[in-house]
């Protein structure tokens, strides 16, 4: 059993990770072949990767597994060779801290419209899901973001237990990856009024996802470490805290029970693998629904911009570079191939650009009242407006500018 730097690569997706390989004739073929890229990476397609696997006698578990590796890549093994990549894929995804003029620039004239990933953009992935806080300095950075402009938080997890950590009643909520999406319950500039539930699209999976829910506790629970989290319209089971050596268990106990329910689908994110209905809708779906509800289905000055870490994150991605409107923004230390046109590398690099995003917001307010005041008294007009100055803040001047 060796260690071999291997790039595996999947629709849409592509990761370097450093992995044990055996004397299996897995990787022969592309082993024999000069390395790839840099740092004598073996370069693997997943597709090909499960069929040798499955021609040499390995099971779907053994597929599931690597997938499971390599969607959960381990940070401390990356080499010097991976760091040369990170150069490279920088130069292509580049962090959006450096390009923020640019990207400001690009904005004018339109209305920025923020969605927000929650584990592992606005909070750091922990090895207890239920202790993924976020800090009280990023909560207040969230909620001077969503006084200037409209703010969703979209998230794999239930829509309550996503509240329960952000604690603020100004946003957009899209929980269950987009399956269960609410409206700001007060304080928004932005939603005309207190909003219930907007969308809940697979509300007919309920049932049954409730009965897989307990019987994945239930199998699952001989595996130390891995938990099962019921997100109300999908589930996860998190292998944050499982050995890796027991993964191929898990693996197997997840798929005993998933074989039963073809209207349930597997995906995978960051040391989790995810469970949800069958129907035709994710993240992306989520961002156009909310595009929509906002009164920006159709409309050319709109700039959405998309923060998120994983792989589920990319179907908003994508449905952002489709549009050809805003960008997506890639959290992630390491090379992945990705939709996102510019990457950030932790939440603390999130909650930089998020501050640098009000302060440039603010301070554009500002311009733009001291503007209107001039034009103002320019026309001769002042009256009522010298008389409420020292009440009018920058929202009052926002909505005036509007
Ligand atoms: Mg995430």
Not at 297 to 326: M, S, W
Request: with cysteine; proline share 4%; hydrophobic share 40%.
């Amino acid at each position: 059993m060796t260690k071999k730097n291997v790039l595996v690569k999947e629709s849409g997706l592509e990761m370097a990770i450093n992995m044990a390989v055996s004397n299996s004739s897995i990787f022969t073929t592309a082993a024999q072949k000069p390395p790839s890229v840099p740092g004598g990476y073996i370069t693997i397609s997943r597709k090909k990767l499960l069929q040798n696997l499955e021609i040499n006698g390995g099971t779907r578990i053994n597929s599931w597994v690597d997938s499971m590796r390599a969607s959960s890549p381990t940070h401390h093994k990356a080499s010097h060779s991976l760091a040369d990549d990170h150069s490279s894929w920088m130069l292509q995804h580049p962090s959006a801290l450096d390009m923020f003029e640019q990207i400001t620039k690009a904005s004018k004239g339109k209305q920025i419209v923020m969605f927000l990933d929650y584990d592992g953009t606005l909070s750091p992935i922990v090895e207890d899901p239920d202790r993924a806080f976020m800090s009280d300095a990023m909560r207040a950075t969230v909620r001077k973001l969503a006084r200037y402009f409209p703010t969703a938080i979209v998230s794999g997890r239930c829509r309550d237990k996503v509240y329960s950590f952000v604690r603020l009643a100004e946003l957009y909520y899209a929980g269950s990856h987009g399956m269960d999406i609410k409206g700001p319950s007060k304080g928004s500039n932005y939603a005309k009024s207190a909003q219930s539930v907007l969308c809940q699209p697979a509300s007919e999976f309920l049932p049954m996802i409730d009965e897989v829910y307990q019987i994945l506790l239930e199998k699952t629970k001989s595996t130390p470490g891995a938990k099962v989290e019921n997100n109300k319209f999908c589930l996860s089971v998190h292998f944050r805290c499982v050995e890796e050596k027991r993964w191929s268990e898990l693996a197997q106990q997840v798929r005993s029970v998933l074989k039963e329910y073809p209207k349930l689908r597997l995906t995978q994110g960051r040391k989790v693998l995810e469970i949800r209905p069958t129907i035709k809708w994710d993240k992306g779906k989520a961002l156009e629904f909310l595009l929509e509800s906002l009164g920006y289905a159709n409309c050319a000055d709109v700039f959405p911009v998309y923060i998120g870490d994983d792989r589920t994150d990319e179907d908003a991605f994508k449905v952002l570079r489709d549009r050809g409107q805003g960008f997506g923004i890639l959290v992630s230390k390491i090379p992945k191939e990705t939709n996102a046109a510019y990457s950030l590398q932790e939440p603390s690099e999130v909650m930089d650009f998020l501050r640098r995003l009000v302060e440039w917001k603010r301070l554009s307010l500002r311009r733009q009242f001291r503007m209107l005041r001039r034009a103002v008294l320019d026309d001769g007009l002042l009256t009522k407006l010298d008389k409420a100055e020292p009440i009018i803040t920058v929202q009052d001047a926002e909505m005036t500018c509007a």
